[in-house]
Structures are given as structure tokens and as C-alpha cells.
């Protein structure tokens, strides 16, 4: 029904929220722009906004649906109430809780998506 929304916050909308907040905002988004799906800092930027956009509550039937992924994000991050040093925070949390979660044995399936951990050397929180 709405060819732009997916169950999920969609990493090919990470470079249409460069231009909502300030310099170090634009720098993350820049950077992990160019990292792959599968990375830890591509998918703790996707666990941020799931939370923060309620994702898990939406519905093909939905107001946020029928905007589309890409938008409602744009709303998400443009919406929010406190500086970007503060959604840095929030994103550096989901990003330990990601890398948490990466470094526990996991099956043979988890491990082939997330085999940047063993391709990639582990980046510095933002």
C-alpha cells in the first residue's frame, strides 16, 4: 500500500537527516552514511530511531505509514526537544547496547549479518 514504509526504520534514510540539527550531527550522519547496513554504528543509529519514532507501534493502516519511512524520521529527529550533544548521548547508548549484544556468541545466522565484526576494527563513539 505505502511503497516507502517498511517495518522498520530503513538505513537508506540515515542521509536525508544530515541537514536537521548542527555541525556534529551532520558529521555522524555523514559518517555512518558511508558504512555498511550491517555495521554496529549503522545499526545503533537504527535502534535510536525505532525508539525514538515508535516504530513497533506503527501499522500499514497508520498516519506515520502513509508518510513513509523516511519522513516520519525527518519529523522524529526534527521533533526533538533537546540539543544534539543530548541525541548524541542517545545514540552512544544505543550504540554500547548494539556492541554489547555483537560481542556475545551468537548463532551461526546472527554472526554471517553481523560479520563486520570481525572485517571492521571497532570505531570510537561519536
Known amino acids: 500500500m505505502y511503497p516507502e514504509s517498511e517495518i522498520l526504520f530503513p538505513p537508506r534514510c540515515i542521509e536525508q537527516l ?4 548542527g ?7 555523514r559518517r555512518i552514511g558511508q558504512l555498511p547496513h550491517n ?5 545503533a543509529f537504527g ?3 525505532i525508539r525514538m519514532g515508535s516504530c513497533l507501534t ?7 505509514a502513509s508518510l513513509g519511512c523516511c519522513t516520519c524520521a525527518r519529523r522524529t529527529v526534527s521533533g526533538y ?3 544534539d550533544t543530548s541525541l548524541l548521548a542517545v545514540y552512544n547508548k544505543s550504540l554500547v547496547e548494539v556492541r554489547s549484544f555483537t560481542e556475545k556468541d551468537q548463532p551461526l ?4 549479518l553481523l560479520l563486520e565484526k570481525v ?6 563513539p561519536f
Do not use: F, N, T
Not at 544530515?18 to 540539527?21: S, T, V
Not at 555495521?39 to 545499526?43: F, P, Q
Not at 506503527?58 to 506515520?64: E, H, I, V
Not at 545466522?109 to 554471517?112: A, E, G, I, Q
Open 18 to 21: 544530515g541537514d536537521l540539527r
Open 23 to 29: 555541525p556534529q550531527w551532520q558529521d555522524l550522519i
Open 39 to 43: 555495521h554496529a554504528e549503522v545499526l
Open 47 to 49: 535502534l535510536m530511531l
Open 58 to 64: 506503527c501499522d500499514l493502516d497508520s498516519y506515520r
Open 81 to 83: 526537544k533537546e540539543d
Open 109 to 112: 545466522s546472527v554472526s554471517l
Open 119 to 124: 572485517i571492521a576494527a571497532p570505531s570510537k
